[in-house]
């Protein structure tokens, strides 16, 4: 299965916009690139999924790099809601793959006031 | 829409015992999945469904059984509880096979402790 690999943690000032990076060299042509985030205690919250283009929706931005080996998740300015644990992951929607992702640890991203 | 609801949200269990885990989902999803994350960790796939009557093992099955007999519902059956299963467990689902729409809906999360 392909993997992603994020950095453990990141920090933003209030307001500011957030780059939140994924590396996912091992990528198949079938794979999705999603991005969820986890508030403490809760489910994992759908963010925002791409295949090839970059897409743009409320709550973020992704920008896929043109060989999509990487991603980047764009938030355009920071609230102190957004601190959460960030994961990117792959979903290939094949029949063979089933649908299957898997998530890494995530990217804790930390908003200062 | 109700969206995928989980019960119960905590659970105390002894070694050995059973119990079974409830799933339901209101949005007319082909694929559910159960997860599991432990503390500080990233969740790992349990057992999936793409459909009423098929399921396939993920990551980490061993110990736990589901079976798929409606759409709405996707229990999961932990045999013997043992305390390396005390996590927080994560039922989703989504569309299936669409791009477009793919996203997973997580429920609550139950929490479950077995001693």
């Known amino acids: 299965d392909a993997k992603t690999t994020q950095p453990n943690s990141m920090e933003s000032n209030e307001e500011e916009p957030v780059h939140l990076p994924c590396n996912h060299s091992?990528?198949?042509?079938?794979?999705?690139i999603h991005w969820y985030r986890q508030l403490p205690s809760q489910g994992p919250e759908y963010v925002i999924h791409?295949?090839?283009s970059n897409v743009n929706n409320r709550m973020a931005s992704l920008a896929i790099a043109e060989d999509r080996k990487s991603s980047t998740l764009i938030l355009h300015r920071a609230t102190l809601r957004d601190a959460a644990v960030y994961y990117c992951?792959?979903?290939?929607?094949?029949?063979?793959?089933?649908?299957?992702?898997?998530f890494g640890d995530g990217t804790t991203l930390t908003v200062k006031p | 829409n109700a969206g995928v609801t989980q019960t119960p949200k905590f659970q105390v269990l002894k070694t050995g015992q059973s119990m079974t885990l409830q799933c339901a989902q209101d949005?007319?999803?082909?694929?559910m999945s159960w997860y599991r994350q432990d503390p500080g960790m990233g969740l790992r796939l349990i057992h999936y469904?793409?459909?009423?009557?098929?399921?396939d093992q993920g990551e980490v099955p061993n110990g736990y059984n589901v079976s798929r007999s409606t759409t709405e519902d996707f229990p999961l059956r932990l045999l013997s509880a043992a305390p390396s299963q005390t996590s927080v467990y994560f039922c989703?689902?989504?569309?299936?096979?669409?791009?477009?729409?793919?996203?997973?809906?997580f429920g609550p999360g139950t929490r479950l402790t077995v001693l």
């Open positions: 989703a689902s989504s569309y299936f096979p669409s791009g477009r729409y793919n996203e997973q809906f």
């Open positions: 091992t990528i198949s042509g079938t794979d999705y």
């Open positions: 791409g295949l090839t």
């Open positions: 992951i792959l979903r290939d929607l094949t029949l063979t793959n089933a649908g299957k992702s898997t």
């Open positions: 949005m007319n999803h082909e694929y």
């Open positions: 469904s793409v459909g009423a009557g098929i399921t």
